[in-house]
């Protein structure tokens, strides 16, 4: 089993969409979680960072953790053509590494 | 949130030279900085762990004769390619870790490496 899954999509969408980003992971250690944004040929942006179950809000973008069954969520609503990107989910054990799941690519038509 | 300047962005070199990427934390101390490649349509893939003032640690895999960094202070970390052939080509991408918050990566903008 990976450490984490990350579907790869591509996942498109028609603007103004809700989109909904997910990633399992199976190390139960992990103790913070975080979301990148990768458009291409660019470096990653952090987008979300969190610590505990439950959920985070920053304007139109709403990370969900539920620890209990090791899955992680990017909710984007009111979704833009600019939030075209790849989206990586990110997990840190408090330590060193930071282990990133494969990326998913999404597509906001207009 | 914290800048991480890397350049240059592109890099095109013959095959047999040397090319230098230069990763800076502009505005916080990095003591541990990453080196990752990325191939198209492909996540990050680690390539080292950077440590100021002590040898870089290596992933699997990994040349280290190849792939020569260098951190020689808190803010700067570079990687030099040596010898580059074709099979070098590749996106490259620093990131660091800000003192502060030990799970916080903040990336450089890449390098987009091409040997002719």
């Known amino acids: 089993q990976k450490e984490v899954e990350q579907d790869p999509g591509p996942l498109s969408v028609p603007e103004g969409a809700i989109v909904s980003l997910n990633c399992t992971y199976s190390n139960s250690a992990f103790q913070y979680f975080m979301w990148y944004r990768q458009y291409s040929r660019k470096g990653p942006e952090l987008l979300m960072y969190t610590y505990s179950s439950g959920n985070k809000e920053d304007g139109r973008f709403t990370a969900q953790v539920d620890k209990s069954s090791k899955y992680i969520s990017l909710f984007i609503r009111d979704s833009q053509p600019s939030d075209s990107a790849t989206y990586l989910c990110a997990f840190n054990t408090g330590g060193f590494k930071t282990i990133f799941g494969a990326g998913t690519r999404l597509f906001v038509k207009a | 949130g914290a800048v991480v300047s890397q350049h240059p962005s592109w890099v095109i070199c013959k095959s047999g030279t040397s090319v230098k990427i230069e990763c800076r934390s502009l505005d916080f101390q990095a003591t541990t900085m990453f080196w990752y490649r990325q191939f198209p349509k492909q996540s990050l893939m680690l390539m080292a762990t950077?440590?100021?003032?002590?040898?870089?640690?290596?992933e699997q895999g990994v040349e280290k004769d190849k792939f020569l960094i260098n951190h020689a202070s808190l803010t700067l970390s570079t990687l030099t390619v040596t010898s580059a052939h074709p099979e070098d080509s590749s996106f490259y991408i620093c990131s660091a870790r800000d003192q502060g918050t030990n799970e916080k990566l903040f990336f450089g903008s890449g390098t987009q490496l091409s040997v002719l």
């Open positions: 950077s440590n100021e003032g002590s040898k870089a640690t290596y």
